[in-house]
């Protein structure tokens, strides 16, 4: 303020060139933040000459006039120069002055006026959305005006629309008693607020309308707060019409004739739509007020023959598999408040954002999604029927359902990031499987139990892993008891036919029923039933085997690409295989002819003592892995890991699934009270 003359600006702001007025009012939009300036600014009558220029001045001169006056107003100052022929005349300007830095100002003078509760000019009782009400009656482009100013490639003029119809809207909301705001908010809607403020909420100019983004999705949720906490009231006109619309859709009446074709009155016609009781509006106000009747009606509204084909074959199913609609309808708009959090503060001061916040932030904060609160439930509604189609769900299971609908909804409408269209998001709900459903389901509450045990849930799935391995290795020997056949003999250079080899016989292999010896014997061809444990000479005492290896892949089966066919002697079956299993062991110099030479070591030379040709993945992961665990050693195959694992997750979840509710420690148990009771009892005997 030092470098400023007050007096001459105030001067400079009445002189008769147009050139002077301009800068001084200029140098004014500056100064004016300091409320030491201001206060200096009305004492030497600037407020007079502020307002006549609003009301009277053009180009870049009315531009920085406006610009001062809404920076004075949000000083909370000059409240009573704001006349009536000045809002008109701002009014106006919305409509129909094309320069931007004008309407700019301007959008900021009327959200001033509208916003500020306290000083609303010389007129008290009267609210800022009634005090702008007579100017906008005779400006019906008005509200229109600001919509289309939101797809202004000025982000400043975007920014500034948007708070003018966020106050106007928290305005209509804090201050009609007479319940007209929901028209007023549906005017909105209908102009297409919704379409561009979700355009604006998935656009790269995110960071520059922050703010009054923010604040509409806090008015979103002020709106739905609202909805849910308005009773359902028959003596209202538009829930009677809604409770009237709902009747007459389900055409209940018609579903209620005699065979004679006269109509008579259902009884049960609530209960058909899918309620609890035949009171309506009492259900709805218990679960969710007036929001619920509103999504109901807009869901049937929307698709009153697919609701009616809905009905009909809801009724054709027992009583006890119908799908409750109205309930379910009722159950998702809860589950979409509850993810949205709608009772949770959201406004920009809640957020604390500066212009440096990253778009992570954004992401975070941003919630798109709610502006199409309509399709949500829609989509969520159908989704919910779909599931309880698909598992064949009785009323006892309605619960479960729910469930699975509260986890959709977080896994599609939760995880979406904030530039995803709702036309991906409503086919994610249409498509998603029940199966994949209940598979994410186990996960999650898998990861619930992990956070609230911790290390007694991980103790708990150690030692399913290890029953699980104790099982698959007895299942795995079994195998090896039982025996197979594997060719043998086979020559893999054989030159006549490229990619195909030859196999002299077959080998018949069985483990001993003690465990310490594996009996074998050769055969010129298979045997018509299994050879008898006697009948195999060749045994190889396990004692002394030092390692097994193989070519059988440790990652993933092999595929028929893979494997090699190997034929038999004329007239004998093909067989496919590449896979081979060799059994190491110590002998005693001397011993065995097929030591290799000049192989001897300390006593021992380690030596090959058969080798096996398994025909499959399964036979060879079946043989590996059951020598391997024989001689405890750790299985190495895919089979059998994924084997294992699937053991021990599958008896995870049976624990999980059967955990008391006093395991997880939410309540206590209640013992029954013997108050009033005495010794006074016996037993009967008289059954045993």
């Known amino acids: 303020m030092d470098s400023v003359n007050v007096s001459e600006l105030v001067a400079r702001l009445g002189a008769e060139e147009e050139s002077v007025r301009k800068m001084a009012v200029f140098k004014l939009q500056s100064a004016i933040g300091d409320p030491s300036f201001v206060d200096v600014f009305i004492y030497e009558g600037g407020l007079p000459k502020l307002r006549f220029l609003a009301l009277h001045s053009t180009g870049n001169t009315l531009a920085y006039c406006l610009t001062s006056l809404a920076r004075l107003l949000e000083l909370d100052k000059g409240w009573d120069h704001v006349t009536d022929d000045l809002i008109e005349r701002i009014v106006d300007l919305v409509v129909a002055q094309p320069l931007v830095n004008v309407n700019r100002g301007a959008m900021s003078v009327l959200a001033a006026i509208v916003g500020h509760a306290s000083h609303r000019n010389s007129q008290p009782g009267l609210t800022g959305f009634q005090r702008l009400k007579p100017a906008v009656d005779t400006q019906p482009q008005f509200l229109p005006s600001l919509v289309e100013k939101m797809t202004s490639a000025d982000h400043a003029l975007c920014a500034n629309s948007l708070q003018l119809i966020n106050a106007l809207m928290r305005d209509a909301i804090a201050n009609d008693t007479e319940f007209e705001w929901p028209k007023f908010v549906k005017q909105l809607q209908e ?14 100019a995110i960071q520059d309308l922050a703010h009054p983004l923010l604040d509409f999705q806090s008015l979103t949720k002020t709106l739905l707060r609202s909805w849910r906490r308005e009773k359902v009231d028959l003596e209202k006109t538009e829930h009677r019409r809604a409770i009237r619309g709902l009747d007459t859709a389900s055409l209940a009446d018609k ?3 005699d065979p004679k074709g006269s109509e008579t009155q259902n009884p049960l016609k609530w209960r058909r739509l899918g309620f609890d009781t035949e009171s309506p509006a009492w259900e709805v106000d218990d679960v969710t007020g007036s929001l619920g009747l509103m999504d109901l009606t807009d869901f049937v509204y929307k698709n009153e023959d697919g609701f009616q084909k809905l009905l009909l074959e809801q009724s054709a199913e027992p ?7 109205a309930k379910a309808s009722l159950s998702v708009t809860l589950i979409l408040y509850e993810h949205f959090e709608v009772d949770k503060l959201d406004g920009v001061e809640s957020h604390g954002h500066t212009a440096t916040e990253t778009r992570a932030n954004f992401d975070r904060w941003f919630k798109p999604l709610l502006l199409h609160w309509s399709r949500l439930h829609t989509s969520g509604l159908n989704a919910f029927i779909r599931l309880w189609k ?56 898998e990861l619930t139990h992990e956070d609230a045990w911790g290390h007694h849930l991980r103790q708990v799935r150690d030692e ?6 104790q099982f698959v290795k007895e299942q795995r020997i079994r195998c090896l008891l039982q025996g197979a056949w594997f060719p043998y003999g086979i020559n893999y250079s054989s030159n006549k036919t490229p990619g195909r080899s030859e196999a ?3 080998r018949f292999v069985r483990l001993s029923h003690n465990r310490r010896y594996l009996h074998y014997a050769d055969f010129f061809d298979k045997t018509a039933g299994e050879p ?9 005492d396990l004692s002394i085997v030092s390692s097994v290896v193989s070519n059988v892949s440790a990652s993933a089966p ?34 065995d002819s097929r030591q290799p030479p000049g192989d001897s070591g300390a006593g021992q030379n380690e030596c090959v003592l058969v080798q096996l040709h398994p025909q499959s993945h399964s036979v060879a992961s079946e043989w590996l892995d059951g020598l391997l665990m024989l001689l405890n050693q750790q299985p190495i195959t895919a089979d059998t890991n994924k084997l294992v694992r699937f053991i021990g997750s599958y008896g995870l979840k049976i624990r999980l699934l059967n955990v008391r509710v006093e395991d997880v420690g939410l309540e206590e148990p209640t013992v029954p009270s013997r108050e009033g009771l005495d010794d006074d009892f016996y037993y009967d005997m008289g059954g045993v």
């Open 558 to 591: 092999s595929t028929a690409a893979s494997d090699s066919t190997v034929t038999t002697l004329p007239g004998h079956e093909r067989v496919s295989t590449r896979t081979k299993i060799t059994i190491h062991g110590y002998l005693p110099q001397g011993r």
């Open 504 to 506: 002299l016989g077959w």
């Open 532 to 540: 008898r444990l006697d009948a195999l000479q060749e045994k190889i």
């Open 191 to 204: 102009l297409g607020v919704i379409k561009s403020v979700y355009g604006l909420m998935q656009s790269s």
């Open 464 to 469: 399913l892993h290890h029953e699980a391995l």
């Open 390 to 445: 698909a598992a064949g769900a009785q009323m006892e299971d309605y619960e479960k359902i729910e469930e699975l609908v509260r986890i959709l909804m977080e896994q599609i409408v939760g995880q979406a990031p904030r530039t995803k269209d709702i036309k991906d998001v409503e086919e994610e709900l249409a498509e998603f499987e029940l199966k994949r459903l209940r598979a994410l389901q186990m996960e999650l509450l």
């Open 255 to 257: 579903s209620a004739s």
């Open 319 to 325: 009583l006890e598999q119908r799908c409750p609609i």
